[in-house]
């Protein structure tokens, strides 16, 4: 079986700061996607990616950038941090087909917290 | 509004019992998919369902789309299976992505 790996685990960050989440998937899925789970607002899709180099925007896309320079990593940027920002974002693939029509795997998360 | 409602919020079971978690949707779709998150954890796919009745172990999903309404039954509740219960309609429109319910939260005591 395959694996998403996200990294870091936890990200602490300051006001006004540039953050790069990243993620890795070894199931040679097509599509990638970031999600933002907050606590109430269950979770909303940020961007995602159908191909290498392929970018989507989201639901949730204002204040993100995303890049996927290789099928098997995708990156998210918070561009600026908002003080008092706490969420996990989470990053899943799917398929082999470029289509949502299956199922999706998620990673464990990134916890983000800005003082 | 929501576009995906789930029901109840919360669930509090006795080991053993069984439970019926809702998802109904406002939209049309091309399917719903039934994932469970333990706290703190990540996010496993449990069914991927765009029809009828699938069954895994203790829990079966049915999905009815003429009635835009996706059901998850639990038998023989046991404490392992705690968690959150968040069901997800996929739009027909796929470049929509997935649009996910607020789940419900089960705990399960002995």
């Known amino acids: 079986g395959g694996i998403i790996t996200q990294t870091p685990k936890f990200l602490i960050g300051q006001e006004g700061q540039k953050l790069t989440l990243k993620c890795q998937q070894n199931?040679?899925?097509?599509?990638m996607y970031w999600y933002r789970q907050d606590s109430g607002k269950g979770l909303r899709l940020i961007y995602y990616s159908i191909t290498e180099n392929d970018l989507q925007k989201g639901d949730l896309s204002e204040g993100y950038d995303a890049s996927r320079e290789k099928k098997s990593s995708f990156s998210l940027t918070v561009t600026s941090a908002q003080k008092n920002e706490m969420a996990v974002f989470l990053c899943?693939?799917?398929?082999?087909?470029?289509?949502?029509?299956?199922?999706?795997?998620f990673g464990h998360g990134t916890k983000l917290s800005v003082l | 509004g929501q576009q995906v409602q789930q029901s109840p919020a919360s669930l509090v079971l006795q080991e053993g019992e069984n439970a019926e978690l809702q998802c109904n949707f406002s939209t049309s779709l091309n399917s719903m998919q039934w994932f469970y998150q333990r706290p703190g954890g990540s996010l496993v796919s449990l069914f991927y369902?765009?029809?009828g009745t699938k069954h895994s172990g203790r829990l079966t999903s049915t999905t009815v789309i003429k009635e835009r309404r996706s059901s998850l039954h639990i038998s023989s509740s046991q404490t392992t299976d705690s968690g959150t219960y968040l069901c997800a309609l996929e739009r027909h429109n796929y470049a929509q992505g997935l649009t996910f319910g607020l789940g419900t939260r089960v705990s399960v005591f002995p």
């Open positions: 899943a693939s799917s398929g082999t087909g470029g289509f949502f029509n299956e199922r999706l795997f």
């Open positions: 369902n765009p029809s």
């Open positions: 199931f040679n899925h097509d599509t």
